[in-house]
């Protein structure tokens, strides 16, 4: 399974970006995918994460005990959320409160453990960051499509930097169904099928 | 026993380590979430009863003892002067304490306005107090040295209809300020001055 340095990166684009293909990390795609915006910023703030801790992990894998290697992990991973944290307090407030309780939980990701568990600590710096980036930006993408349906279809509109878009027009009924908790997981469902029906060929 | 140390290292120099990054983290953020904390949640109070500052009442804040507590003052220079300052203070309303932006005027010592910046009040019946601009706007020219009371209890103020606790309360808070104000007002106008230009 030897992959390219480039196909390292892509992995996460297509054929396994996280939600949709590892189906890692459901919490936030279920959770904060209201509007593209949150999808965004959840994304980035993951896809920091993913990228430093995957370095650092890398780098350190031959330091770490194989027995203690999950606290350490965690310890990095910990470490790297709280600095996005506060950067996000300091920064970009209206989002962060929003976002509110996800953030934290970035910590018990399982994409960020998982990559950090199942790659990072197996391969070399340069292939775990491109690991790290390329499941990050899928998982920005997959999180920015999945909000994207479900803002579209629940408001009528496409919030972007606080403007929203009206794409459907004053006279379009909200379907607010989708935008609730119940029709996260019927978008998430039919996301799932619609990846696995093109993804068969 | 050679592993068990070497466990014992790794993982305390790898919390020590991200202890101090985080700590250093902390402290260069501080005061900017302060200033967005500030703006986010007193922010949109404030600067609707200092409407006619022509500073940024935020940027020109001080800080000033009463008792044990520290309070924070916000600046609104109107006219040319800085005349007006705001202040927090709470009352207890039906659903726990109701914050309440002050705006005095240092000059006639009357309100330029209030404003609820947080709030457990009953939406659509106590919660008007934050979102029905017609009820804080009875107390804008106020003086202060009379006690400020709903009209039920022979006051001049018209209750929000179904929240009379929570029309009390901001009352309450309202005094409340009117009396720190008092305590305050020499120390306070010392610190007006500085904002001269």
Not at chain 1, 27 to 41: D, F, H, M, R, Y
Not at chain 1, 135 to 145: D, E, H, K, P, Y
Not at chain 2, 9 to 16: E, G, R, S, W
Not at chain 2, 83 to 91: I, Q
């Amino acid at each position: 399974m030897a992959r390219s340095i480039v196909q390292e990166f892509t992995k996460g684009l297509w054929a396994e970006v996280p939600p949709f293909r590892l189906v890692l990390g459901l919490c936030p795609t279920l959770a904060v995918t209201k509007s593209v915006e949150n999808g965004i910023g959840m994304g980035v703030a993951t896809t920091f994460v993913l990228v430093c801790s995957n370095v650092l992990v890398s780098s350190l894998r031959k330091v770490i005990p194989a027995k203690v290697r999950i606290a350490c992990y965690i310890v990095i991973i910990a470490t790297f959320v709280t600095v996005v944290e506060l950067v996000m307090q300091a920064y970009t407030y209206p989002l962060f409160l929003k976002l509110g309780i996800f953030i934290p939980l970035i910590v018990v990701n399982c994409i960020v453990l998982g990559r950090s568990e199942a790659f990072a600590s197996k391969n070399g710096i340069f292939r775990s960051l491109l690991d790290g980036l390329g499941m990050g930006i899928g998982f920005t993408l997959a999180l920015s499509a999945l909000a994207a349906v479900r803002e579209l279809l629940g408001t009528g509109d496409l919030t972007i930097w606080e403007k929203p878009i009206q794409v459907f027009g004053p006279s379009y009924q909200p379907f607010s169904f989708m935008v609730e908790a119940p029709g996260a997981f019927v978008a998430l469902g039919l996301m799932l099928c619609l990846m696995n029906m093109v993804g068969k060929k | 026993m050679r592993e068990m140390i070497k466990m014992l290292i790794v993982l305390t120099v790898l919390a020590t380590v991200s202890g101090g990054l985080l700590a250093a983290v902390r402290e260069s953020t501080k005061e900017q979430i302060e200033v967005q904390v500030l703006e986010f949640v007193k922010g949109p109070a404030i600067r609707s009863i200092l409407e006619g500052a022509t500073n940024d009442p935020i940027v020109d804040r001080f800080q000033l003892k009463d008792g044990d507590a520290e309070r924070t003052f916000f600046v609104g220079v109107i006219d040319g002067e800085p005349r007006a300052v705001t202040f927090e203070t709470s009352g207890k309303g039906y659903g726990g304490d109701v914050g309440l932006m002050v705006g005095i005027d240092t000059t006639d010592d009357k309100l330029v306005g209030v404003g609820v910046t947080t709030h457990g009040e009953t939406p659509g019946m106590g919660a008007k107090a934050k979102t029905d601009p017609s009820f804080v706007a009875q107390f804008k020219g106020l003086a202060l040295k009379d006690p400020i009371k709903v009209t039920g209890d022979g006051g001049s103020i018209n209750a929000i209809s179904g929240a009379t606790m929570t029309s009390r309360a901001v009352c309450g808070a309202t005094n409340e300020a009117a009396a720190l104000y008092e305590k305050l007002k020499p120390q306070l106008t010392e610190k007006l001055k500085e904002f001269k230009k």
